[in-house]
C-alpha cells in the first residue's frame, strides 16, 4: 500500500510538472505571436481579443505551410540541411515564431524544419518527411494503414520543399532525440524503394546528425507507463495514461485554430468528433480504436523492445557520413551513479535523470536483449540513456568511432559512427537558445561547417556563404 502511494505520488509530481513545463512553451508561443500580430495590425495589444489573435497567427502559420511559402528550395547545390524534431517536437507552422531548434536554423540558407506528427510512430513520420521534401499526398502505405486502422493518405504538399531531391541532389540529415530513428526509417525506405512512383535510392542521403538521438530505446519508456514485459502495452495507472485521454480529447474535439497551432499529427486516424461522435470518443478512451490501441505511436517505437525491432530492419550505408553527440547529466559518486548537477539540469528532467539513475529491469520479465546489464544503461540525459544514444548497438553493432573532438574526424569517412559525449541534458540545445550559452553555437556551428566542408562524395562543394555566430 506504501508503494502505491508514493508511486501516485511520483505520478503526481512528474505529471505537474510536464502540464507546466507544456503551458510554459505553449504560452511563450502565444504570446509572442499576439503581440506580433496586433503590432502588424497597428493596433495595441489591449484592445484586441487574445482569442482572436491567437486565431489568425495560427491560421497564418498552416497557410504559410501549405501554401508552401515556407523555404522551399528548387536547385541542388549546396544540399539543404534538414532539421528533424523529436516527440512532442514541431516544425515551421507550429506554435508561430517559436523554434524548436531556437534558431539554429537560421545559421545557414539552406535549412528546412519539416512540422511531422509529435507523437505519431517513427513509420508514419517518416512517410510524412519523404512528401515534405519531395511533395505529392503522404501515402503512409497500403498494407500499413490496413494493419493499423488508418487513412492511407494525408495531407497533401502542392510543392515539396526539396522537389529535386534524388542522388544527384541528396540531403544532411540532422536528428534530435526520436527524430534520428525517423530519418533512419526514412532512408531504409528510399534503399528499398518504398514508395510508389519514384526510383530512389540510399545515396540520396549525404550525411546524418544525430543530436540526442534515440538508437537503441530508452529506459525512460517504462518509467512512463510502457510494460517492461513487452514494450508494447501501457500500465494502466501512469504517466503516458494520462496523456493518451488528453491526446485523445485535444484531437476528439477538433478546434481548428487550435490544432492549426499545434497538432499531435494523429489526423489520419480520424478521431475527430464530427467523424465519430460521442461513441467514437467512448471506444477511443476505452482503448478500442485509435493509434493507441494498434500500438501505432511513438512510444512503442522508443522502448528497447521496439527499438531493437526496429534496427534490425536498418542499415548503416556506405556511402553516408554519421556522426553523433550522445549527452549525459550523470557521475559517478563513490560507485553510485546519480545527477551531475542541481543547476545544470532542467527542472522538468531532475527527477527524471534520478529515476533512470535507479532503473532496474524487473526481474520477472524476459531481458530486452542477450547481454542486457542495468548498470549499462544508467548514464542519462533525462530522457534517453547516454549507451542508446552513441551508435546503433542493438540487435548488432555498427561501425563506430569515439571522439574527442570534432577535428579528431577530419578527414570523415562514411558508413561510420563517429561519436562524442558532451555534458549536456536532453533539451538543452532546443527551444531556449538561452539555457545552452555559448555552447549552443559551438555546437551548431560544428555540425552546419561539417555539413558544408567536410562531409561530400566526390570533390570539396564550394560554401556560399560562412556559418554566422
Known amino acids: 500500500m506504501a508503494r502505491f502511494i508514493l508511486s501516485l505520488m511520483e505520478l503526481g509530481i512528474s505529471a505537474t510538472v510536464h502540464m507546466l513545463f507544456g503551458l510554459y512553451v505553449f504560452s511563450t508561443a502565444v504570446a509572442a505571436d499576439i503581440s506580433q500580430a496586433a503590432a502588424a495590425s497597428g493596433c495595441l495589444l489591449l484592445r484586441r481579443p487574445a482569442a482572436t489573435g491567437l486565431v489568425n497567427v495560427a491560421a497564418a502559420g498552416e497557410q504559410e505551410e501549405r501554401m508552401g511559402a515556407a523555404p522551399v528550395l528548387l536547385d541542388g547545390s549546396p544540399p539543404p540541411i ?12 507550429r506554435l508561430g515564431g517559436l523554434s524548436y531548434f531556437a534558431g539554429a536554423e537560421k545559421k545557414d540558407d539552406r535549412v528546412l524544419v519539416p512540422d511531422l506528427g509529435s507523437l505519431t510512430s517513427i513509420h508514419d513520420r517518416a512517410r510524412e518527411l519523404f512528401y515534405y521534401l519531395k511533395g505529392g499526398q503522404v501515402d ?61 535510392s540510399e545515396d540520396w542521403v549525404l550525411s546524418l546528425t544525430s543530436l540526442s538521438g534515440a538508437l537503441n530505446g530508452t529506459t525512460r519508456t517504462y518509467y512512463d507507463g ?15 495514461q494520462l496523456c493518451r485521454i488528453g491526446v485523445i480529447v485535444y484531437d476528439w474535439l477538433d478546434i481548428p485554430w487550435l490544432k492549426n497551432y499545434y497538432n499531435f499529427g494523429f489526423d489520419h486516424f480520424e478521431m475527430s468528433r464530427r467523424k465519430v461522435g460521442f461513441t467514437g470518443l467512448f ?27 526496429l534496427n534490425s530492419t536498418l542499415r548503416t550505408f556506405p556511402n553516408t557520413f554519421y556522426f553523433s553527440y550522445a549527452t549525459k547529466r550523470t557521475r559517478k559518486l563513490f560507485g553510485i551513479t546519480v545527477p551531475s548537477s542541481v543547476l545544470g539540469i532542467h527542472p522538468m528532467l531532475f527527477l527524471r535523470v534520478l529515476q533512470m539513475c535507479m532503473w532496474r529491469h524487473p526481474q520477472n520479465a524476459p531481458l530486452p536483449y542477450k547481454g542486457y546489464r542495468d548498470e549499462d544503461w544508467e548514464d542519462n540525459d533525462g530522457a534517453l540513456n547516454t549507451i542508446s544514444m552513441t551508435h546503433p548497438r542493438i540487435p548488432t553493432e555498427h561501425p563506430n568511432r569515439f571522439v574527442m573532438d570534432d577535428s579528431d574526424c577530419h578527414p570523415l569517412q562514411p558508413g561510420i559512427w563517429y561519436y562524442k559525449i558532451i555534458e549536456a541534458d536532453h533539451i538543452l540545445f532546443i527551444v531556449n537558445r538561452e539555457r545552452a550559452g555559448v555552447q549552443f553555437d559551438l555546437l551548431y556551428d560544428g ?12 570533390n570539396p562543394p564550394t560554401v556560399p556563404n560562412e556559418t554566422s555566430q
Not at 85 to 93: C, D, L, Q
Not at 283 to 309: C, E, H, N, R
Not at 449 to 457: D, E, M, V
Open 283 to 309: 471506444d477511443l478512451l476505452l482503448g478500442y480504436t485509435g493509434p493507441f490501441a494498434s500500438g501505432d505511436w511513438i512510444l512503442p517505437d522508443l522502448t528497447i523492445q521496439g527499438s531493437l525491432k
Open 82 to 93: 534538414v532539421l528533424v524534431h523529436g516527440i512532442f517536437g514541431f516544425g515551421k507552422g
Open 140 to 200: 503512409y502505405g497500403e498494407e500499413h494503414s490496413k494493419v493499423f486502422g488508418h487513412a492511407r493518405f494525408g495531407r497533401t504538399y502542392d510543392t515539396g520543399h526539396y522537389p529535386v531531391w534524388d542522388e544527384q541532389n541528396p540531403v544532411h540529415f540532422v536528428g534530435h532525440s526520436a527524430g534520428v530513428q525517423v530519418v533512419r526509417v526514412l532512408h531504409q525506405m528510399l534503399a528499398d524503394k518504398a514508395f510508389p512512383g519514384h526510383d530512389t
Open 447 to 458: 555540425i552546419f561547417q561539417r555539413c558544408r566542408k567536410h562531409a561530400f562524395r566526390k
Open 226 to 240: 510502457m510494460l517492461a514485459e513487452d514494450g508494447r502495452s501501457m500500465k494502466s495507472i501512469s504517466l503516458l
